[in-house]
């Protein structure tokens, strides 16, 4: 996925290196760490989806998903124990990020930006014209610190996202995107009430309480 990269001025090196410790410390200790390590999911962030998937009922066998900002990977693999059953793939996964990505069972992996005309071509290509069920972006944007600067990073985000949803999923499609509490998410909900035709925000309990992150659902394009 997209990488959070905090940029800090010389002077602030020691106040960086205390964060580290202390984020490092935090990780290692996180209950969903462990238990993500204990069950093989390659991040915690398979939880999430879990927890949402089993609220709205968002996978289900025969589907077309796409996995945007996917790597390492553990919204792929949850997306792909639902689609398999006894050994066999009833629907399809594609994923995509511009980090390299381990390889998944199932799971046909793409390379590249999706800020890029050409990455989104070739997923489209993927599909082959046809039509998508379930987009889900835990994607990211990397950060400055500087809130202007960071809220329109990820309103761009959120907005490649809504208009791959809007180009590609069939009419009773589903959307499912990270964006973050501050300036710009409530222009972001009044897009997501104007594309679907029912909306909702989501925060899991696999989400930290210090995030902003919120997540947004959208159900049947309008």
Known sequence: ???????????????????????MHEHLNDPYVKLAQREGYRARAAYKLKEIDEQDGLIK?????????????????VVREKLVKSGHMNGRIIALDMLEMDPIANVEFIMGDFSENEVLDKLATTLNNGKVDLVLSDMAPNLTGIPSVDAA???????????????HLQPNGTLLIK????????????????TFKVVHTRKPKASRDKSAETYLLGRGLK
């Open 153 to 167: 990073r990820i309103e761009l985000v959120c907005e490649l996202a809504l208009d791959f949803a809007k180009e």
């Open 179 to 194: 964006s973050f509490h501050g300036a710009g998410f409530e222009a972001m909900v009044k897009q997501f009430r104007a």
């Open 61 to 77: 066998a025969g589907m077309t998903v796409v996995d945007l900002g996917s790597t390492p990977g553990s919204w792929s693999q």
């Open 1 to 23: 996925m997209f990488r959070f990269a905090l940029h800090f001025s010389p002077k602030h090196t020691l106040k960086k290196n205390k964060f580290s410790q202390a984020w």
